[in-house]
């Protein structure tokens, strides 16, 4: 069984930055697994935000996030990053690492693709 465990978020003004981080321990091949970040605002569905293979060069982001935040992943500590830059209000949301195990397919951007899941950490944008 894989554990996801996020930290990062917190409290900042619009057009500041963030870096969330994601630790994976427990069974399983970390290196293998695709990694997501997923969002949930308060009162919506939760939301791909951006996720990576196994080699930092496969990546792929949500529209809303396109150049204002970066995936990357060391595999040799078990962690995925997401650095968030330039944040807006609409950015606040509960972030959500999550692993994907089905290591031949294209990036998923769906919930019910990914098998493991984070509790999540606060990020919110606001003055």
């Known amino acids: 069984q894989v554990q996801l465990v996020e930290s990062g978020g917190g409290l900042v003004q619009p057009g500041g930055s963030l870096r969330l981080s994601c630790v994976a321990s427990?069974?399983?091949?970390?290196?293998?697994?695709?990694m997501g970040w997923f969002r949930q605002a308060t009162g919506k569905e939760r939301e791909f935000v951006a996720a990576?293979?196994?080699?930092?060069?496969?990546?792929k982001y949500a529209d809303s996030v396109k150049g204002r935040f970066t995936i990357s992943r060391d595999n040799g500590k078990n962690t995925v990053y997401l650095q968030m830059i330039s944040l807006k209000p609409e950015d606040t949301a509960v972030y959500y690492c999550?692993?994907?195990?089905?290591?031949?397919?294209?990036?998923?951007?769906?919930?019910?693709?990914?098998?493991?899941w984070g509790q999540g950490t606060q990020v919110t944008v606001s003055s």
């Open positions: 999550a692993a994907d195990a089905s290591v031949y397919r294209p990036i998923a951007t769906s919930t019910n693709e990914y098998d493991y």
């Open positions: 427990g069974g399983g091949t970390f290196s293998r697994y695709t």
């Open positions: 990576v293979r196994w080699s930092n060069s496969i990546t």
